[in-house]
Nanobody, 112 residues
Framework: QVQLVESGGDLVQPGGSLRLSCAASVSISSLYLMGWYRQAPGKQRDMVAHIISGGTTNYADSVKGRFTISKDNAKNTVYLQMNNLKPEDSAVYYC??????WGQGTQVTVSS
């Protein structure tokens, strides 16, 4: 069983930055794919960013150039650096591992 715990969500003004963290209960080097996903009220959960074990990353078009996914294998933690945040980025952000394991989510609200 893999447990994922997200943190770092907050209320931030448009143009601001946040860094989300996802701490895993197992070695993330053993997990092929880890990602961040988000779900706004009344909408489906969408992929934000993926990182695979070799380090290759993939981003949703809406966040390219603003968000960066990274990982620290020694800390078993995956990060999502979010810059130039927009109101439409407001959502609950979830960490996922291989599309099977999920965290509880962390709320990001972008508002003035």
């Amino acid at each position: 069983q893999v447990q994922l715990v997200e943190s770092g969500g907050d209320l931030v003004q448009p143009g601001g930055s946040l860094r989300l963290s996802c701490a895993a209960s197992v070695s993330i080097s053993s997990l092929y794919l880890m990602g961040w996903y988000r779900q706004a009220p009344g909408k489906q959960r969408d992929m934000v960013a993926h990182i695979i074990s070799g380090g290759t990353t993939n981003y949703a078009d809406s966040v390219k150039g603003r968000f960066t996914i990274s990982k620290d294998n020694a800390k078993n933690t995956v990060y999502l650096q979010m810059n130039n945040l927009k109101p439409e980025d407001s959502a609950v952000y979830y960490c996922g591992a291989s599309g099977i394991y999920w965290g509880q989510g962390t709320q990001v609200t972008v508002s003035s």
